[in-house]
């Protein structure tokens, strides 16, 4: 059976740090593409990450660069998010998703170009 499951989410005060693992079980997460979104209530949901199936590539919605980073151990099956620098419009709740290999790019963020999802965890920055 394919997941995705998150974990690592959290309460946190502005300008602490967190760690988001994405473990995948029911396919070979070597070969694929991984994007994280968010969800803040009612917004959007937004793309945050995502990261080639090597791990050489990674890319950053402008909202989190340079405060976040992602990566991968393809031996464990899981993508990892850091989270530092985090502030009070982080607040959401975190997904990671599979990405199909449509012929887009997992940059776009098109939530339809990712199959499969995660549960979700919850991030609040709050003091």
């Known amino acids: 059976q394919l997941q995705l499951v998150e974990s690592g989410g959290g309460l946190v005060q502005p300008g602490g740090s967190l760690r988001l693992s994405c473990a995948a079980s029911?396919?070979?997460?070597?070969?694929?593409?991984i994007g994280w979104f968010r969800q803040a209530p009612g917004k959007e949901r937004e793309g945050v990450s995502c990261?080639?199936?090597?791990?050489?590539?990674?890319n950053y919605a402008d909202s989190v660069k340079g405060r976040f980073t992602i990566s991968r151990d393809n031996a464990k099956k899981t993508v990892y998010l850091q989270m530092d620098s985090l502030k009070p419009e982080d607040t959401a709740v975190y997904y990671c998703?599979?990405?199909?290999?449509?012929?887009?790019?997992?940059?776009?963020?098109?939530?339809?170009?990712?199959?499969?999802w995660g549960q979700g965890t919850q991030v609040t920055v709050s003091s």
């Open positions: 998703a599979r990405f199909t290999r449509s012929g887009g790019s997992c940059s776009d963020y098109v939530p339809r170009e990712y199959d499969y």
């Open positions: 029911g396919f070979t997460l070597d070969y694929y593409y």
């Open positions: 990261i080639s199936s090597s791990g050489r590539w990674t």
